[in-house]
C-alpha cells in the first residue's frame, strides 16, 4: 500500500468486526463494518486519500410558509430568524438560495432561476429578504423539493444540500406525488427535514430524509430553530466527498440478508441497492465530512464443511468518476467465513453485532409501543415500551432512556418493568418517535 506523506483531501478506511467461525452446518455471517472519514490522513494503512472534486457547495433552504406558520406567530418569527442565521453560517464562495414553500414553491432569493455566492453582499439582501415573508396558503411539500432540485442543478458543486422546515402535515398534494418528486430528487441532493411544532407527520419528515440520505428532528419550541439551522448549516459546511457509495461483492451461492446503518442512526439500505456488475451492487451512503459511521451487513453462505473457509463478501467505499470513467475505490474491508468444530469460537457472538442487533430492535420496539399506545392496547404498549426500556439501559442509550421516561414510569429498567403514563405531552411523544431511530456507538 502507497504511503501519502501529504494528503489532498479526506482519507476513508474500512473496518471489519465479525466472529467468524460458524459450526457445522452454520451459514449465517454476521459483521458491522465501520467506515471512517478523516481530514488530516489518520485513518491508518487502509486509508486512500480521495482525489481532489470539483465545484464547493450548494444549499437551499426550504421555509414553511403556509397559514398555519402563523399559530403562534413565534413560528414564523423564529423560522425566519433560523435561515438568517443558517445562512450567517454559510462558508464563502458557497452558493445558496432559500425557497417559501406553500402549496406552491416561490424563489425568495435570488430568484430567476439562480443561485447566489455567499460573501458580506449576498448573505445581507438574502436576509433582507426573509423580512417580507409572511405566513399564507397550504403545504406542498413535493413542489418545494422540485424547485431545490432544479435550483442546484444549475450548479457543478460537488456538495448540493437542502434544508427543509415544516410545522404541517402534507395536505395540498398527494402522498404519491410527494413520492414522485422524492423519487425524482434522490441521489441529486441530500436534505434535512426538521418538523417544528407538533401538527407535522413523524413518518412524513422521517421519510424525506430517509429518501434524500440526511437528517430527521423535531424542535418542538419555535425558539430552538435558529440553534438548530445553525448546526446543521456547519454539518452541511464540513461536507468534502458526495456520493459515496458502499459497494458490496458477494461470491456465488452467497446470498444478502440486509445491510443497515446502525450508528449514528438505523436506517435500512437493502432496498436501495442498485446493481453494479456480477454479483456487485452499492448502496448510497450521502456525503461526507470528518465522520464515522457503523453498518451492519448479513449474508447467508453456502454449507461448507469444518476446517474450510470462504470470503463471505467485500465491501468496498467507492465514489463515482466525474468524467464517468471507472469510480474511484476509497478503502475495502473483507467479510470471511471460518467453519469449526470449536464450541466455543462458533458459538461467541462479536460485541459490535450484539451491540447493534440491540439497537435496531430499540428502534423498532419504540415504534411497535408507540403504535400500541395509540390504537389503545395499553398491554402491547406497555409490553413494547417496558422492551425498550431494558435496551436502552443495557446499551448505555441515556438519551433514548430519557426520552422513554417522559412515556412511562419506569419501574425497573433492568427487567423493562414500566407502567404507562397517564398523561404524556404530545411532543414528549413526538420526539420519542422522532429520534428513535438514534443509536450510541459501542463502548470501548
Not at 53 to 71: E, I, K, P, W
Amino acid at each position: 500500500m502507497a504511503n501519502f506523506s501529504k494528503p489532498t483531501g479526506p482519507q476513508f478506511s474500512v473496518d471489519v468486526y465479525q466472529n467468524e467461525y460458524l459450526p457445522e452446518g452454520g451459514r449465517d455471517v454476521n459483521a458491522i463494518v465501520t467506515v471512517t472519514s478523516t481530514g488530516g490522513g489518520t485513518g491508518g494503512a487502509r486509508a486512500t486519500p480521495l482525489p481532489a472534486a470539483g465545484g464547493s457547495a450548494a444549499v437551499v433552504l426550504m421555509l414553511d410558509c403556509s397559514g398555519s406558520m402563523d399559530y403562534p406567530p413565534t413560528k414564523m418569527r423564529g423560522a425566519r430568524e433560523a435561515t438568517a442565521a443558517a445562512i450567517d453560517t454559510l462558508r464563502d464562495g458557497t452558493s445558496f438560495a432559500v425557497v417559501a414553500g406553500t402549496h406552491v414553491a416561490k424563489e425568495v432569493y435570488p430568484g430567476d432561476g439562480r443561485l447566489a455566492v455567499a460573501g458580506g453582499r449576498t448573505r445581507a439582501e438574502a436576509k433582507d429578504a426573509l423580512r417580507s415573508l409572511s405566513a399564507g396558503g397550504g403545504t406542498a411539500i413535493g413542489t418545494w423539493l422540485r424547485l431545490a432540485d432544479r435550483l442546484l442543478s444549475s450548479t457543478d458543486a460537488a456538495i448540493r444540500h437542502g434544508i427543509l422546515l415544516t410545522d404541517g402535515r402534507n395536505e395540498h398534494e398527494k402522498p404519491e406525488e410527494l413520492q414522485a418528486a422524492l423519487d425524482a430528487c434522490a441521489g441529486r441532493f441530500t436534505c434535512d427535514a426538521r418538523g417544528v411544532g407538533t401538527d407535522w407527520e413523524v413518518e412524513e419528515v422521517r421519510g424525506i430524509a430517509r429518501a434524500l440520505l440526511g437528517t430527521a428532528d423535531i424542535v418542538a419550541d419555535p425558539a430552538g430553530l435558529a440553534a438548530d439551522f445553525t448546526t446543521m448549516m456547519e454539518h452541511a459546511m464540513g461536507k468534502e466527498v458526495a456520493d459515496v457509495s458502499l459497494r458490496l461483492w458477494t461470491p456465488v451461492g452467497v446470498e444478502i440478508g440486509f445491510l443497515k446503518q446502525v450508528a449514528p442512526s438505523v436506517e435500512d439500505l437493502t432496498g436501495r441497492r442498485t446493481e453494479a456488475g456480477p454479483r456487485a451492487g452499492d448502496y448510497p451512503t450521502g456525503s461526507w465530512g470528518d465522520e464515522s459511521r457503523d453498518y451492519h451487513l448479513s449474508v447467508r453462505v453456502p454449507e461448507a464443511a469444518i476446517g474450510q473457509e470462504m470470503l463471505a463478501a467485500r465491501v468496498s467505499l467507492i465514489v463515482p468518476d466525474p468524467a464517468g470513467g471507472t469510480p474511484t475505490t476509497l478503502s475495502q474491508g473483507l467479510v470471511r467465513a471460518v467453519w469449526t468444530d470449536d464450541m466455543v469460537m462458533s458459538t461467541s457472538i462479536n460485541p459490535q453485532v450484539a451491540h447493534y442487533t440491540g439497537q435496531a430492535e430499540l428502534a423498532d420496539v419504540i415504534q411497535e409501543g408507540l403504535d400500541a399506545r395509540k390504537s389503545g392496547d395499553n398491554d402491547g404498549a406497555t409490553a413494547k415500551l417496558g422492551r425498550a426500556v431494558q435496551l436502552a439501559a443495557v446499551s448505555g442509550n441515556a438519551d433514548t432512556a430519557k426520552l422513554l421516561s417522559k412515556v412511562v414510569d419506569v419501574v425497573d429498567a433492568a427487567t423493562g418493568t414500566v407502567r404507562l403514563k397517564a398523561k404524556v405531552a404530545e411532543a414528549d411523544e413526538m420526539t420519542l418517535e422522532t429520534r428513535s431511530t438514534k443509536t450510541v456507538r459501542v463502548k470501548k
